[in-house]
């Protein structure tokens, strides 16, 4: 009988702590994807090659002089015109290997790598 008390009073406890934490937002949902930039300077994307994991939402900032536009070569993103200072950004969902070029300068070019599980950017 004593044990069974003792028991429930474990519980009632951790129930108890488990609701203050959750109040308090020591519980939070699941780490956000890290995020990722690379950007566009001198006919040059910096990183040329980035690898990330899937979630992560890369954007894409137009430091140049001149607009750049982004298309990736399976046609799964594409940005309008950006203009000094313009951003572009898209998450990567699946992981996989996405080129990418300039549609304005098409000699400018650039790979994301995706990798799976938890997100965190890695610039190679």
């Not at 046609?75 to 996405?98: H, Q």
Request: net charge negative.
């Amino acid at each position: 009988m004593r044990a069974l008390f003792i028991r429930n009073v474990i519980l009632s406890v951790l129930f108890l702590l488990a609701i203050l934490a959750l109040e308090t937002g020591h519980l939070s949902a699941p780490a956000r994807a890290a995020d990722a930039t690379v950007s566009i300077d001198n006919f040059t994307f910096e990183p040329q090659r980035l690898t990330v994991k899937a979630g992560t939402t890369v954007t894409w900032v137009n430091q140049d002089d001149i607009p750049h536009a982004l298309a990736s070569n399976a046609k799964v993103f594409k940005s309008k015109a950006l203009d000094t200072d313009d951003k572009f950004s898209f998450t990567f969902a699946t992981p996989g290997i996405y080129d990418y070029f300039c549609s304005m300068h098409p000699h400018m070019t650039g790979t994301i790598v995706v990798e799976s599980g938890k997100a965190s950017a890695i610039d190679q």
